[in-house]
């Protein structure tokens, strides 16, 4: 039975009555399956998928025409969850006029229910453009990978009162310019509490502690299934990556060793028809 649909409404709700908002990303259709099952409220089709997915070292290739095929894949899967999409690099930083039209594509053609785009005081205007236009925004500070030339790498922000009075005063600004709900990343927790406190509207939290009002992980993080590093903030639920492994390493062992396919794992012909085979191959060897 499919559950209701979840909503911005659904998610002020549950803010409102103190209930904890489950965030994931995700980027294709079997572990949207998944998601929607287990009941994810948020899912975030997340530039992060240029790194996890594509191999790339930085979220900066992402580029629309891939972030629009893998929301339309998630969406498939996962019909009942809120989705967002993520406005990747120089998608909507250019004008107004150009991240009303990116984000319209996220919702016209992946049908996702809002954007997502990094940044503070700084992209204000920008999301009161698209709240106009009807497209609900979600905000991100904190770590924003897409400004990681200017941030010095993937490091922790608001680590002093000075930088941490900075994000505070970016939350509020985005709240302001109509932002439906804001995504904080990498910040102390005293941070976090301090913007969920203020805020009338969601705060979701990536490493930004347990006050904030839910939480998101990288699926692949919290699956390790992604190596190349792991944020402090990452718990790890599973271990794909050496179950994967070691099914690749029997797999190829068996075809090495004739193991595989055995007879369970081939077809049968019909009653009579492997000697009108034999006969047919006699024939044929003659002629």
């Known amino acids: 039975m499919a559950r209701e649909k979840v909503t911005i409404p659904h998610l002020f709700q549950k803010k409102a009555r103190g209930e904890k908002i489950t965030m994931l ?11 929607e099952k287990a009941g994810v409220d948020i899912i975030l089709v997340g530039d ?23 929301t339309q894949a998630v969406r498939r899967g996962a019909p009942g969850a809120f989705l967002i999409g993520d406005m990747p690099y120089m998608s909507y930083q250019v004008s107004s006029q150009e991240a009303i039209r990116n984000a319209g594509r996220f919702l016209a053609e992946a049908r996702c229910d809002a954007v997502k785009l ?10 009161a453009a698209l709240t106009r236009a009807t497209i609900p925004v979600m905000g991100h500070l904190g770590l924003t990978p897409q400004s990681i030339a200017q941030l010095g790498g993937f490091k922790a922000q608001g680590r002093d009162a000075e930088a941490a009075w900075q994000v505070v005063e970016d939350a509020k600004a985005l709240e302001q310019a109509g932002a439906f709900a804001i ?4 910040v102390p927790p005293e941070v976090g509490q301090l913007i969920t406190e203020r805020a009338s509207i969601p705060i979701i939290s990536i490493g930004a502690g347990l006050h904030c009002d839910g939480q998101l992980l990288i699926v692949h993080d919290m699956l390790g299934f992604f190596e190349a590093f792991t944020p402090k903030f990452v718990k790890k639920y599973a271990d794909l990556n050496g179950i994967i492994l070691r099914a690749f390493r029997e797999y190829i062992d068996e075809v090495v060793q004739g193991r595989f396919p055995a007879a369970e794992h081939c077809y049968s012909m019909k009653a009579g028809e492997l000697a009108r085979l034999q006969n047919l191959a006699r024939e044929g060897k003659g002629a």
């Open 25 to 35: 990303t995700c980027y294709d259709y079997p572990t949207a399956l998944l998601q």
């Open 48 to 70: 992060s998928l240029a790194m996890t997915v594509l191999g790339h070292d930085s979220t900066l290739p992402a580029t629309m025409d891939v972030m629009v095929v893998h």
């Open 118 to 127: 990094e940044g503070g005081r700084n992209v204000a205007e920008v999301v």
């Open 183 to 186: 995504l904080v990343e990498a």
